[in-house]
């Protein structure tokens, strides 16, 4: 039975109702415990308020250091962050390692963001000097998801803490591993106990950190939680909201030379981690006629031809889905795109090793009718062929997202068209969709989020700035009116 509860330096258990985690590729348990109560949720900010107001007091190469030295830390446990990543929700061996070290790049970004984003800085004046430095919030409260459980949480409480703020960290329910071994990096590189608090549990557990005392929210996930925790804030602007919500991303092939090339962006854009990420093409505009028909004969025999398999297979591409659940969701939304007027090309299946496990699919929804503006988060791609290349850009564009999308075409006057008229936060050229940089902002526009990017941009909703005039002595100001 693992500890649920991580305050003021030492793992407690939960109180909380009893919960576990399957691995969706052998359906052996990963983690178990009980959830936080919503007494220890308090005690946990509590005890994050506690420590912050010191935090911010030291100077920022204090903060630095020992942000540096937890990248480190984060360095020599990778091989057992890629196996509780692994365990928990699916992800291939090598991507799971890919993760880890995204956790340790994200340390450095976010030390150079912080330096350019949200530092000091002085300029002289007439009277004396202008000062702009930045203050952080307090008590942030962050929001892991399960498909980055890692790398995005890690994403947030980084920059936090280099701001001066703390954290109380709930990760998902469906890959809760990783915190653990997040919380004994912190603590071999020296962070100061109740600075990083971590609360395990579902709704219930989340549900009271949302109510608790805390200045700032940083979440990814679905946009349906994104907007219930948007309307549970409304009339309260002094709690700040980072929310990152997915997208129903397109992806444009026109008329590129190389057709096997476009077939592979395609399928990296599409199944890359079982289409578990936000940034994912999930729907495919292509021209009509005999070019179009071989774009997709070749995208067809690339999803045949993935390899799926456990976190232990080096050769797999795809892993199993984070649970049964969600594999039956990704079969359950293909059949309501087959109702709709959809015609499979390459079905999704369940297959018969059990657990998360599914083929990939392929569906030409073209002459469907009233397809819901949904993200579906599974290895499901959308064909839809038009007569010409606005209305490609129009088709794109139909929907209430603009997290990420992309072009793959040697013509660069419609990718400056596609450049200037595409609604995409991240918009990619001959590139998979699923590709971000981390020195870059990640976030876009409509129900992908609350236009507070993440990446390179977090360090902007970790502080606030302060602006100040400043005059070595007090001086009459003569102003019109003024008494002499």
């Known amino acids: 039975m693992a500890k649920g509860v991580y305050i003021d330096g030492a793992w407690h258990d939960g109180a909380g109702d009893r919960f576990e985690k ?15 109560t919503v007494a220890q ?16 007091h030291r100077p920022q190469h204090d903060r630095t250091r020992i942000l540096e030295q937890y990248a480190e830390e984060l360095a020599r446990r990778a091989p057992a962050i890629a196996d509780a990543i692994s365990c928990d929700m699916g992800k291939t061996g090598w991507e799971a ?24 800085e002085m300029a002289e004046a007439a009277f004396g000097s202008n000062h702009l430095t930045h203050r952080p919030h307090g008590v942030m409260a962050v929001l892991g998801p399960f498909n980055f459980p890692g790398h995005l949480p890690n994403g947030h409480i980084v920059p936090a803490l280099l701001a001066g703020n703390s954290c109380v960290f709930k990760p998902s329910e469906l890959a809760p591993s990783v915190a653990v071994i997040m919380v004994e990096a912190f603590e071999a590189a020296g962070l100061p106990e109740g600075l990083l608090n971590v609360v395990q549990g579902g709704r219930t557990t989340g549900a009271a950190l949302l109510d608790s005392d805390i200045n700032g929210l940083l979440f990814t996930g679905s946009a349906q939680t994104g907007l219930y925790f948007h309307k549970h804030f409304a009339g309260r602007p002094e709690v700040i909201l980072a929310l990152e919500m997915g997208g129903n991303n ?37 021209p009509e006629g005999r070019w179009g028909d ?3 004969e070749a995208f067809v025999a690339r999803a045949k031809g993935l390899v799926i398999g456990s976190c232990d297979e080096e050769e797999a591409f795809m892993g199993p ?31 018969d090793r059990g657990g998360g496990f599914v083929s990939a699919g392929i569906v030409d929804v073209t002459d469907a009718h009233h397809i819901p503006d949904e993200e579906l988060f599974g290895p ?8 010409s290349f606005d209305a490609a850009i129009a088709r794109a564009n139909d929907t209430r997202y603009g997290l990420s999308g992309g072009l793959v075409s040697d013509d660069d006057a419609l990718w400056l068209q596609a450049h200037r008229e595409m609604k995409a936060g991240i918009l990619n050229r001959n590139r998979p969709t699923a590709g971000a940089s981390g020195a870059m902002p990640f976030g ?35 102003a019109i009116g003024f008494p002499k």
Not at 22 to 36: K, L, N
Not at 380 to 387: D, E, L, P
């Open 97 to 120: 390692l890919a993760e880890a070290g995204a956790m340790k790049a994200k340390v450095a970004i976010s030390i150079k963001a912080q330096v350019e984003r949200a530092g000091t």
């Open 444 to 478: 876009g526009p409509g129900l992908s989020g609350n236009f507070r990017p993440g990446a390179y941009y977090a360090a902007d909703y970790c502080a606030w700035p302060q602006a100040s005039q400043v005059s070595d002595e007090a001086e009459r100001m003569g």
């Open 380 to 387: 499901v791609m959308q064909i839809i062929r038009v007569n």
């Open 22 to 36: 399957t691995d969706p590729a052998t359906g052996e348990i990963s983690w178990q415990g009980e959830a936080a």
């Open 294 to 296: 071989q774009v997709v």
């Open 250 to 286: 397109p992806l444009i092939i026109w008329d590129p030379a190389d057709i096997e090339a476009a077939a592979d962006i395609a399928a990296q854009s599409a199944f890359l981690t079982t289409g578990q990420r936000c940034s994912c093409a999930r729907r495919v505009m292509l």
């Open 321 to 351: 889905l984070v649970s049964e659940r969600a594999a039956q969701n990704a079969v359950d939304f293909q059949t309501m795109l087959s109702k709709a007027g959809g015609k499979p090309l390459r079905r999704l299946k369940r297959l």
């Open 41 to 56: 949720v308090h005690d946990a900010v509590t005890s994050a308020r506690t420590a912050q107001v010191g935090w911010a």
